[in-house]
């Protein structure tokens, strides 16, 4: 399908490569890749066509795969041994019968449980976010990966909280232009950003208009929800536009929130929306004023669409005005989730949105989301999905 879009879908039981022909219609499947790792981030270089995914958990270990023939085959970059590793050790008869010896001992075993996100910066280099918080570098196509000690040294770090899925470093911002510029998302920990290339890390979760309130002596806030923004960050995105002019959109697990200044000061932006809980948020890859949210009906409520009525919410003005979107979507009895990782924007014009459900289908609009198709379904759990365009 040559000229089309790919959706890469990470999923509980593999990658997926969804794709379409040059209008965005008709759709094939490739997968599972990456021997059915559960992958919660894939993304990829379309210049190149080289593709990496970050997963893992207790059993394989945590890992990033990496693909250089556009997704055909994968090589692990095995970054902590899992169970599945002390096993074959222990065990011959099991080795003989699955007919491979356990991994060598990898760098960061006892460390990290899985990887959770991956970017890429401006100068080439790969990012990797992972649980428990932890930022990793490759600066060679993700075959060798160095911590970023400067994060992990942070004085904060004793007070950090695990969301409900852990203590998280699930979403990674690049500057367009600067590599020595990153924000990161951590759950529950909150939006840190550097500006020398990870050496210092700044916490950036205050509310806009709000005083500070008293800090215990390690820049965090005893009582944070007068003056910042909630620490669980769910999800962030940069809007395009000059280096200078930084804006950021993100869902947090108590509303969505804008920043004009690089994630210095925030504003909710919740108003006009059926409900301050949601993952994902996306932005239009060339006007920064849109962007779309989808809300859930809250933590404790089942974690769904709003009266189990899906609906994507745009804004066209940054956030002043919201309008739901419904046409093509479930409206009634409709129970999926939509996590953090799991809507994308294409470049195309006009531009395309894609999500995926803990349900395993992936939701379709090529007109900015007025309108919606379902052409994949039965995938397992769909944890992230990225768009890019094939040469």
Known sequence: MAGGTTVLAGTTKGVFLLESDAARRDWAVRGPYCDGWPINHVIGDPATGHLWAAGGGEWPGAGVWRSTDGGESWTLSLLANGKFDDLLANDPEVRALVGRDPHPPAPFSGEIEAMWSIARAADGALYAGAKPATLLVSRDGGETWAKVQGLSDHPSRDSWQPGGAGLT???????????????????????????????????????????????DGHGHSHSHDAAEVGHCVHNMVRAPGPANEDLLYQQNHHGAFRSRDGGRSWQEISAGLPSTFGFPVAVHPRDPETLWTLPLNGDDAGRYPPEASAAVWRSRDGGATWQALRQGLPQGACYFTVLRQAMAVDRRSPAGLYFGTNSGSVFVSTDEGDTWSEPVRHLPAVLSVEAFERA
């Open 169 to 215: 470093l699930h979403t990674i911002v690049p500057a367009p232009a600067d590599p020595a510029r990153l924000w990161l998302g951590i759950s529950a920990a909150g939006v840190f950003a550097t500006e020398d290339g990870g050496a210092t890390w700044e916490r950036r979760n205050r509310r806009d208009n709000a005083g500070r309130a008293p800090d």
